[in-house]
């Protein structure tokens, strides 16, 4: 099963990251990516949750593609961390990273609090 990517209100939304790591394709979600860097899409979120088992293989996946997307100009964030993600981050002190939040609304609108300096 491979990554699932849609767009919601502007945002490109990126899951089932979950299952996707038990895919031997699973390498081909970086190219996913860069082909919607190439549509100019540069805004994203990383949801995640029912991710169990983090590991070396996940969170490289995780850094290869939030280092492309921002070395191409754009931004990802996490949004529904799972109990495993919400350690990774803690642990690995990753929260300068990611800006992570609890909702897929709350990253959304987080991108829209960013693109319009009037709204607080």
Same mark, same amino acid.
């Given at each position: ?39 100019? &899409? ?10 169990? &088992? ?13 280092? &492309? ?39 959304? &609108? ?11």
């Amino acid at each position: 099963m491979s990554l699932n990517i849609r767009v919601e209100r502007g945002v490109t939304v990126l899951s089932n990251f979950g299952r996707l790591m038990n895919d031997p394709k699973h390498f081909d979600a970086a190219a996913d990516v860069a082909d919607r860097l190439d549509l100019g &899409e540069r805004e994203f979120v990383m949801e995640m949750n029912g991710v169990h &088992e983090t590991g070396a293989s996940f969170l490289g996946l995780l850094m290869t593609i939030s280092r &492309e997307i921002r070395r191409r100009g754009g931004d990802v964030v996490l949004a529904r961390p799972s109990p495993a993600i919400r350690r990774l981050v803690l642990d690995m002190q990753l929260d300068d990273f990611w800006d992570v939040f609890d909702t897929l609304d709350d990253a959304i &609108e987080f991108y829209r609090r960013h693109d319009d300096p009037t709204v607080d």
